[in-house]
């Protein structure tokens, strides 16, 4: 059960009625108009809660579960629990985010503005936003229908969001021009000026960055990360993609729609991610690289050259993953034939 | 001496004294009743002050030291400064923390809520709390005893906090249970959601996290660090544990009693450290792992297999330490054949 | 054009004004008295606006741009577009960003302080200063003549602050002593106590830190970096070094004049660092280390050994770059050779 101090869940909602919600197929002589309440782990959940399988290595937890009903994929429904109804499906954490997104939707927003928040006079806010303490609106901000900003977060002047976004706790976000849906989690940084100067021995010389932060609908971006505005193009997010906790996108970087960037991953100024590009935990890519769609980079790579639409590259300096993993084999191998001496 | 805009010293103890406080014997002929006012690094000390040597690195600046006194191991006693006393012990950094917790304790909490914070009325304040200007605690949330709610601080709704906590100035908290004399440095980010959705090329389908942070009793968590809530199951900081900063914590993880978790450290999700496990700085470690009791992980190295207990690691893909060492010898001896070609 | 929701350009200058600035010639049979109303990227810029190129990558841009006039080398003059003036600087990026500071100098500051603020009564504020909503500036802070003190920014007890300071939004300042013209973005954490504590089984034992920061004049401090005050002695940035986002500085760290230090480097403890040291992004260095002036770290590299001054380095555990390089290519041809067997 999810603890009541946060958490209040929606329904119960019958086995049939999520197997809809799931686009999924009851099974497993499952009573359709069972009642469950919540969602819980394979670990905690009881018989009136539901939870799902994703990953083998769960699979004793699959099969000494308590839950009353799991989504899974048909492959493993032999191993599940005796008793336990099963949802299959194909992709069975898709299905089962439907069913959290059932028992937990955002929470209804209660429109207003604090009396402890500071909205310059001349911002707009859209209706039902709702603006808690001790945040900040700057001049000129245009704020979206059903935004929330949160306490103590800072929107400078001119910025404009669009409708349903969220801005966390303690974010801050300047010269930027964000779409709908977008989600800035507690302690993000947006616009602020990028890491550009001259340098010199007589002194580094600043260069003032006069871009902007261009950031797509349905962006999510991590908790303490960091996206400098441009130096003069924008730095631009692309519709869809998410960025992790303390992720940094130097400016006039560019990423396409639907990138996936893992916990402090770090972009430098002027390269551009294509499409649908995965970067893992702690992967760092040089200055101005092109990086193609559908490109994955394993965990803590280092990118220093250009990587083709599609391809999988690992290691630092970064090659192909096949050939990385070669380089580690040969490795270990030189170890051994030396230990053998 | 420490600089009296920001520190205010206790005493003056005797060397009888801090022996006593420090667990520690006195040597070198030292005067008992010669008093000493404050702590101060061997290059700057004066003969009223204590310092201490923990590393052979600094063996000069003791041996050229004018402190009046020092805590050293006995193996070291003789390569002291001339008419320097001395404080021998086994554990001479640990004794030195006893001598510098005496000195400058953790100045007393003035209790109070600024008239500048936004304190919920739902919201309980245990005795002896303060509460800085701007910060903001929302609905219900539970503040033990004398904890201290620094500046622009945000406590969301249903925190728990334990008794003497420190929540520093511009950091952010929800979805979270802490326990006792915890500190949570500046601008840290505990319980926002994870980094969890179900991807697609339709989009990115972002699964509420309906999990907590729950975190033990002494631990602290460094300046912008991150600590996601779980997305079902909990996660979990054990007591003790020492978190530094731009750590990532990922959603799910378990870290046991008394890890070591130095700077830009990232965990993945649903990761399980077990106690006293230390990771130097920037280790990565991939998601799903088991890392065992006490095992040592070395700076940027990069996990993706479970770890054994007391096992200690280094590279990436990481290996065994004595395994790494040997393939970094190795290598160099390659280029060094080659270089000779 | 630069938005004007973010950006006022001042102007317009005739291309003999900017050449001046510039300390750049003018040729490609320009008209000197060419107004030029704003600075703009080749491949958005128009007529009457001013561009520049420095970096190879982009001379099919420079050949095909429309931009009225650019700043480029010698060298490449005769690549560029039809009818584009040049303004030929032998380091055209620093001739170019004393055109873009002419264009877009920092606002001019409007003095006061916000009704929202919280300024303790004993504090100082210099001539000319401004504190945004939020702010939080503690007993007997010292603020310098035209400080920006940004919205929900914290300036703890005691710290002084030289003239012509930015502290972002949302960032915060203790324990510090900080020179002139020292820009401190959104987020940046400088102050709270290091990672510092006599490890134990019995439990982590945590020391009290008596030193400060000292920051030197012309230093930037990058959103959300982190840097610790000393545990004893002092953490030291010397005057006009850069520093990127999410950088961690440890406490007793010491950096020289004039470092770079890209995003999400992290320095340990007590390492000291010369004049004019250049670490690429993640960066890592052990504790205790000595770099030598001028040294030049390469992207990801692993320091664990003192490196001697102009040296280059890289690879994890760090070597010189030479080495280094030979490493990565021997690597390559080991497994060539073992995928042609």
């Given at each position: 059960m999810t603890d009541p101090r946060f958490f209040s869940p929606q329904g119960p909602f019958a086995l049939a009625e999520l197997a809809e919600i799931a686009g999924a197929v009851l099974a497993n002589?499952?009573?359709?108009?069972r009642r469950i309440v919540d969602i819980a782990p394979l670990d905690a959940a009881g018989a009136d809660e539901v939870s799902f399988l994703d990953?083998?290595?769960y699979l004793d937890a699959f099969a000494t579960s308590k839950a009353g009903a799991c989504v899974v994929a048909p492959e493993f429904a032999?191993?599940?629990?005796?008793?336990m109804a099963l949802l299959l499906a194909d992709a069975p954490y898709r299905a089962y985010a439907r069913i959290v997104r059932a028992f937990h939707p955002a929470p209804p927003l209660e429109p207003g503005v604090s009396a402890a928040a500071t909205v310059d006079e001349s911002a707009t806010l859209g209706a039902g936003c709702r603006v808690e303490a001790g945040a900040v609106i700057d001049a000129r901000a245009e704020i979206g229908a059903r935004c929330h900003i949160g306490a103590n977060a800072v929107i400078g002047a001119g910025v404009v969001l669009g409708e349903d976004c969220v801005v966390g706790a303690c974010a801050s976000v300047s010269h930027a021009l964000i779409g709908a849906r977008v989600a800035i989690y507690p302690g993000a940084r947006i616009g602020q000026e990028g890491f550009g100067f001259a340098p010199g021995a007589e002194g580094h010389l600043r260069i003032p960055h006069t871009g902007r932060v261009i950031i797509g609908d349905d962006v999510e971006i991590g908790a303490n990360a960091t996206v400098d505005r441009g130096s003069g193009p924008d730095t631009v997010i692309g519709a869809g993609s998410m960025i992790d906790n303390l992720v940094q996108i130097a400016h006039n970087v560019q990423l396409g729609k639907g990138c996936i960037l893992a916990a402090q991953v770090g972009v430098s100024g002027s390269t551009r991610l294509g499409n649908f590009v995965v970067c893992a935990g702690q992967v760092g890519l040089a200055g101005h690289l092109r990086i193609g769609d559908g490109a994955t980079l394993a965990a803590q790579a280092g990118l220093m050259r250009d990587v083709p639409p599609g391809a999988v590259y690992g290691g630092t300096?970064?090659?192909p993953a096949t050939t990385w993993k070669r380089q580690t084999i040969a490795l270990m191998r030189l170890v051994e034939r030396k230990g053998k001496k």
């Open positions: 002589n499952a009573d359709a108009k990953n083998r290595r032999d191993r599940a629990a005796p008793g300096p970064a090659v």
